[in-house]
């Protein structure tokens, strides 16, 4: 009796396990769940950090810009929040707290607003740091772009080429971006806190990017990729990830010489409401 129970003990899980991939394929990976993302409050923490070298390698400065983010209000709007710049000359040091971004503070848009229009942008100060401010916002709008607006198109392990945001545009005129190739791809699933989520990929390569501005231009290419999780209940974003690595030939106002930099940029965003 003892030895029919501990080898009924063995069968029950492999013939369990032999039927639960099956049923787990045809339940979570055969398309994605449907409907919009819910309508509520979330409030998320982006944090993205800066970091330049020069062309071969040797390490020059970098930079942390955080801030809050929260969308989900009744008429629609987002809103930012406790925006900082800080700059450090340490590669190992921790950064300083920064400058809060006064500008930034409650600053609200709504989604039919064209966020790369330059009225979008009229009480940002003229100065090169403005750009860090302004990348939050973009980048937050990737990230949302990426999981929502072809949501239905995606298909498991099939790579899917965004055509509708490749070519040349212009970032609010302070400069222009171009779009090489753009790919979004349904990776799976995972579980955050003990929710499902959705595993979107994306990934950006040889686009060229130029900046025009008072003090300073620039020309180069940048590459990016990321990772978005979302909730299979809610489809709101869980957390995110980008990063990116661009090479540009900078000019700065007075001085004779131009200058390489390769930046790298790591950006995260966690949801903390």
């Known amino acids: ?11 029950a899980p492999a ?55 929260t969308r989900g209000f009744e008429d629609q709007h987002m809103q930012w929040n406790n925006v900082f710049i800080a700059n450090s000359n340490s590669f190992s040091d921790p950064f300083p707290e920064g400058v809060k971004q006064e500008y930034m503070e409650n600053m609200k848009y709504f989604p039919a607003d064209n966020m790369l229009k330059a009225d979008a942008f009229k009480n940002f100060p003229s100065n090169p740091e403005n750009v860090f401010a302004r990348n939050l916002i973009w980048d937050m709008m990737s990230f949302e772009v990426y999981s929502w607006n072809f949501y239905d198109s995606l298909k498991l392990n099939k790579p899917y080429i965004i055509n509708q945001i490749n070519g040349e545009f212009d970032m609010a005129e302070i400069g222009k971006y171009n779009h090489n190739r753009i790919l979004v791809c349904w990776k799976g699933i995972s579980e955050i806190n003990g929710e499902l989520c959705t595993i979107i990929d994306f990934n950006a390569i040889d686009n060229i990017i130029e900046l ?32 990116s690595g661009t090479i540009q030939e900078i000019e700065v106002k007075g001085m004779n010489n131009k200058f390489l930099v390769k930046t790298i940029r790591e950006l995260y965003l966690e949801k903390i409401q």
């Open 212 to 243: 025009t501005m008072d003090q300073i231009n620039s020309k180069g290419t940048e590459q990016y990729w990321g990772t978005v999780w979302l909730s299979m209940k809610t489809k709101t974003i869980k957390q995110a990830f980008m990063y």
């Open 15 to 69: 013939l369990s396990l032999g039927q639960n991939p099956k049923a787990l394929i045809k339940k979570y990976l055969t398309e994605l769940p449907s409907g919009k993302p819910e309508n509520s409050i979330s409030k998320y923490r982006m944090t993205a950090v800066y970091t330049n070298r020069d062309l071969y390698g040797k390490f020059t400065n970098k930079v942390q810009v955080t801030g809050e983010y």
């Open 1 to 11: 009796m003892a030895g029919i129970l501990i080898l009924s003990g063995i069968l």
